[in-house]
């Protein structure tokens, strides 16, 4: 069995891991690059999808990871030059990796962390510096990573034993209302990884947006950033995922939306029981009766064409305020959400 990488959306920076920078509206194979061979079947089973602005990772199950798109700062992991044009390899052995907008986390089988790309805000977690190529955080944790999540200038990721940590952007309260003050003001960035209080006694899951940090307690969703406020879940929820400005959970089997319905970001009342979904910037993938649905902001084309006659205002032709059909069969086996990209895996016989 193979698999392949089917994406479409925003890649004005090769970030569909194809071979030209056209945005598109319709499904693309993604191209691989191994030894002198250009191929788009994979032997080695996708296990994750992560998206930065214009960069883009697959993680495979043996380990192995891959990378694209833009790479002015070293973002991708590779070799410093200006686009990754296609997916290539990132030497070492993976265990995850998340990306924010021109950065990149990485964490190796050993539980290490090494970032690369642009640290102004201190997102790489070693002050205000740029890292063209991969470096290793200084830092050893008490307990194994259970999850990491990076959005455009913060990075959080929970220990098994609990803890929070996190780094960069802060000034809004994302990374937590307790952190030390410096004459009696929050900071703007946390420098260095940095263990992390939000005052909640009890974290479950939790998920990041643009200068927003979602707490899930079991009975509440705690919302840190430029707002600060709380919603309660009256049954235990499951995936708990974020756009920019808006989140979205799983209760009794459903996806319930919370935040900023602008364009369509808060899922269709009427949506069936998804067997999985993504959420990306401001849209989002749900897989229900073999078939893959778009819905949210799809300006660059990651939701789609749309499937409903829309008005002349350039608001509605990039708006999906209903579940639009973007993949039909029974092959899907990950869906992966990015910054206006779409990415569907399928198996192949």
């Not at 194809?18 to 691989?32: K, P």
């Not at 200006?82 to 089988?109: M, P, Y």
């Not at 290490?112 to 200084?138: A, N, P, Q, W, Y």
Request: aromatic share 10%; net charge neutral.
């Amino acid at each position: 069995m193979g698999y392949k990488v089917l994406s479409c959306g925003s890649n004005g920076n090769y970030q569909l891991g194809i071979s030209d920078d056209e945005d598109y509206n319709t499904l693309q194979a993604a191209q691989f690059h191994i030894d002198d061979k250009v191929v788009s079947d994979m032997p080695d089973k996708p296990i994750k999808i992560v998206c930065g602005g214009n960069h883009t990772f697959v993680l495979f199950e043996s380990g192995s990871l891959y990378s694209c798109g833009q790479n002015t700062y070293g973002q991708c992991a590779l070799a410093s030059r200006q686009h990754i044009v296609g997916f290539h390899q990132v030497q070492g052995s993976w265990k995850d990796v998340s990306a924010g907008w021109e950065f990149s986390v990485l964490v190796n089988k050993h539980d290490e962390l090494f970032v690369c790309g642009l640290g102004l805000k201190h997102e790489l977690g070693l002050g205000s510096i740029t890292r063209t190529e991969m470096k290793k955080l200084d830092i050893k944790f008490p307990s194994p990573i259970n999850k990491i999540r990076s959005c455009v200038n913060h990075t959080i990721l929970i220990l098994q034993n609990g803890e929070l940590h996190g780094w960069g952007n802060c000034r809004k309260g994302q990374l937590g209302t307790l952190v030390a003050k410096a004459n009696g003001k929050l900071p703007s960035t946390l420098t260095s990884p940095t263990k992390l209080n939000f005052g909640v006694e009890q974290i479950l899951d939790f998920d990041i947006g643009r200068d927003v940090t979602y707490i899930y307690s079991g009975t509440h969703v705690y919302i840190f950033g430029k707002t600060k406020e709380l919603f309660t879940v009256e049954k235990p929820i499951g995936s708990l995922k974020s756009m920019w400005s808006s989140v979205h959970y799983t209760c009794d089997s459903k996806i319930n939306s919370y935040g900023n319905n602008s364009h369509g970001q808060l899922i269709p009342s009427t949506s069936p029981c998804p067997r999985s979904f993504e959420i990306g910037s401001e849209h989002g993938l749900l897989h229900a009766n073999n078939k893959v649905y778009a819905w949210g902001w799809g300006e660059h084309g990651n939701c789609g064409v749309h499937s409903k006659p829309v008005s002349s205002k350039l608001e509605d032709q990039v708006t999906f305020n209903y579940l639009n059909e973007i993949y039909s069969g029974s092959n899907v086996i990950l869906l992966g959400c990015g910054c206006a990209t779409s990415w569907i895996i399928v198996s192949t016989v």
